[in-house]
């Protein structure tokens, strides 16, 4: 008995000593990102000089040189470019989408889907019909449908706490094309936010090569609620709708890669990241320029601090997140083609937030392992670290067995202004910014510490 | 041993029991809240119809009987005013602080601080002094600071996560009476934000009946940066500070109470509450609106359940936080007076951003008692409750030996907008709101539904 006892009293000594060590480095970073940061200022030129930047698009470009520039700047001992052939969607002029009744009519304000194909040149004139969800679509069945433009008026459930934008961005993607199996001529849905305003959301589409592909476009959800009031009342609705987005040659971009290159085991590589593509209107502010600069923010503070990481820190900023996912599976195709040993992985794409909790997957041990580390975030407003944790970029990686994260900031903001022209710089609090970079930082720098136990 | 493991199971079982049961209430409260609630309304018509509403005012009255129109449509059996007798400050004339160097000048983004005096009706003309804190104050001595205006730069502390405010805030307090003992004519403090932007902070300032009574005033983050050069660069700068605030008679007020009553323990009171009063600039939005209208929400989502709690429930709305506290006071007094037994206080005073954790202060016992609910909040993104908790306004109810709760959100964004022009109903989001709303109704109904055990 006295013996089990001396030997758990060591085991926490031991545990208390590290755990007193790290939190004086961890709260040393936090004074260092909170007092001298540089995530607030590169977030402001990424957003105020390159400005929102899909895949493809010059900006883009110009995104991938900015951000190599921040990583050389923050300290990276290397820093190149990562090659990723991506689709490049154009918008083109904006959109048009108009509903005619009796004789007045009403612009709405609209945004063309990600992916989606365009109009004819001279748009497209149909009867709009209202279906809540896909049950009601197949219960009107062809006969109503033909020729018609669907209108899927599918709220974000209130009482999902988090899951109300993976419940309602199913008709987003799949509503094009289960329209199209009807016969519709175009879809429009009701933008993926809890927010009540005039704000249209993009975001991809998805179409099957077996069916039809027809236009689909987004409205605001004050339209979507005026278009519901005004169908119960009308008799018959026709609407006008005109885009000429379109889908160009693929073109050659980039993962930009800034790294820190391990002392002790540089084999053993730690990825944190985040995207840098954004869709193509407002600044993608918190989608996700937040998570690239956070993700530099790591670089910059582990080098500040004056720490050789025994393992080696991998800053990415992947190129294609929002159509495609080419950046994230480049990035894994290269780690399996060389062999890599990719122990940990964490990104930043639920906006610029701050942080709650760090989701985690990974083995029942190796969680576990994770887990002993959270009083250490505490103190900075972390409190858990639940199972379930990753991001689409890193996804690929699971195929390698990395441990992955994902940051969870918890906050029930992001879809107010998620793909919407309000994802604007100004929208992004500097001390949140900075303490999700903190968080970052210090589960970075303890794995890169004290490594990861093997998956068994 | 299996006696033991049959136990251990009864326990648990009736416990799981338990907590299903609770956590299917809390689930009806949180389905209803964000469906069907009505804070967010509420605190609409509180912002845009009231405005802000310093104790005295006439917008504070029309807040009583706004709020005490809520409450009865909310459901509560009894609501009723409890009389305060309130101090009445007002600003007067927009105030004037303008710098003075060579032949130029420029006016500041300045606001009186609450309680001032007012400067003669020509203004103060002096040369401006700028002191980091109250050390350098004293280093300068009487010589130097007398006739002068002291400018307070202290900054809000970026590496505090949380406790940045109480920090600073000391400079709002004690600066006119710590610059007034060494001769300054006035006072000008730096803005308590961790923002860096145009708008000035108010709050009350405090005197000493012994020390001369100096005009003290606010300005933006900004604007104190910007003097803080000037002052580096120029010999001798100058400051024309002119406000015309007084105090007024005393105005009778009051603290607006709506009651569920108790069907089991009628005596055995839980407080909910958030202070009525604002400062006189912005609409008061987060400070304290958002409380007002959750403590409201909280006797609506539990009536809309249909639950008759076992104990009583009051909804306060306490009058007076910001400068003189005389409604918290009262409310006390009143409990003492006729001795009424408070088991349970909990207040949200730290804005409508959500909930983080519940701050709790009671005995090891009674506390260990509330924590057991900790599992029943965490869907909803409460993680923790801390020991430590508490409000302004439900302070005084410590000398009845109540527990005390308080809100912390845990966000970095208050302070942006507290106490000044912006904090107004835009800056609040609705879930947040009603997450915080759910957070109290759910520890109310737990508290009334099983007590407490009593102090020992």
Same mark, same amino acid.
């Given at each position: 008995m006295k013996l089990f006892l001396f030997f758990l009293t060591s085991i926490f000594t031991l545990s208390s000593f590290g755990q007193n060590k790290d939190s004086l480095v961890i709260s040393k970073f936090s004074y260092d990102i909170l007092n001298n940061g540089k995530a607030y200022d590169n977030l402001r030129y990424l957003c105020k000089e390159v400005g929102h930047r899909i895949s493809g698009s010059p900006q883009a470009q110009k995104a991938v040189e900015a951000s190599a520039r921040m990583l050389r700047e923050a300290g990276a001992d290397t820093v190149y470019l990562q090659?990723? +052939?991506?689709?490049?969607?154009?918008? $083109? %002029?904006?959109?048009?989408?108009? +509903?005619?009744?009796g004789n007045q009519k009403r612009d709405l304000n609209v945004l063309a889907l990600g992916m989606s194909v365009g109009t004819p040149a001279s748009g497209i004139n149909a009867e709009? +019909?209202?279906v809540k969800n896909f049950d009601e679509l197949k219960a009107l069945g062809a006969d109503k449908v033909k020729g018609k433009i669907v209108f899927f008026n599918y709220p974000m459930r209130p009482e999902l706490i988090q899951g109300g934008y993976g419940d309602a961005v199913t008709y987003r993607g799949s509503g094009? /094309?289960? !329209?199209? @199996?009807?016969?519709a001529v175009g879809v429009m849905i009701r933008s993926v936010t809890h927010a009540l305003d005039d704000?249209?959301?993009?975001? *991809?589409?998805?179409?099957?090569s077996a069916v039809t592909k027809i236009p689909a476009m987004a409205c605001s959800t004050k339209d979507a609620e005026w278009l519901s009031a005004l169908l119960?009342?009308?008799?018959?609705?026709?609407?006008?709708? @005109?885009?000429?987005? @379109?889908?160009?040659? %693929?073109?050659l971009s980039y993962n930009v890669i800034g790294e820190l290159r391990g002392t002790e085991k540089p084999g053993e590589i730690i990825t944190v990241g985040g995207h840098l593509d954004s869709w193509d209107i407002g600044e993608g502010a918190h989608d996700d320029g937040s998570g690239c600069m956070q993700s530099i923010e790591v670089i910059r503070a582990i080098k500040a601090a004056g720490i050789k990481p025994k393992r080696t820190i991998r800053a990415v900023m992947f190129m294609n997140e929002e159509n495609g996912l080419r950046g994230g599976n480049a990035y894994a195709d290269s780690a399996i083609a060389k062999k890599e040993h990719h122990i940990f992985a964490i990104e930043s794409d639920a906006g610029g937030f701050g942080v709650q909790t760090l989701g985690i997957s990974g083995t029942p041990e190796q969680e576990q392992y994770l887990r002993q580390w959270t009083p250490l975030f505490r103190p900075y407003g972390v409190y858990e670290m639940p199972g $379930? #944790? #990753? #991001? !689409? %970029?890193? $996804?690929?990686?699971?195929?390698?067995?990395?441990?992955?994260? #994902? /940051?969870?900031? =918890?906050?029930?903001?992001?879809? %107010?202004?998620?793909? *919407?022209?309000?994802? /604007?710089?100004? !929208?992004?609090?500097?001390?949140?910014?900075?303490? =999700?970079?903190?968080?970052?930082? !210090?589960?970075?720098?303890?794995?890169?510490?004290?490594?990861?136990?093997?998956k068994k």
């Open positions: 090659p990723v +052939i991506v689709p490049y969607w154009v918008r $083109g %002029d904006k959109e048009q989408g108009t +509903i005619h009744f709009v +019909i209202e094009p /094309v289960e !329209a199209a @199996k009807l016969g704000n249209p959301h993009t975001g *991809a589409t998805r179409y099957d119960k009342k009308e008799k018959q609705v026709k609407m006008f709708m @005109k885009m000429n987005c @379109k889908h160009m040659p %693929d073109v $379930g #944790g #990753g #991001g !689409a %970029d890193i $996804g690929p990686l699971r195929k390698l067995g990395t441990v992955l994260s #994902g /940051v969870n900031p =918890g906050t029930q903001r992001y879809f %107010d202004l998620h793909h *919407a022209p309000n994802d /604007v710089f100004e !929208a992004v609090n500097k001390r949140e910014l900075e303490l =999700g970079a903190l968080a970052m930082t !210090a589960i970075t720098y303890l794995v890169s510490e004290y490594g990861l136990p093997e």
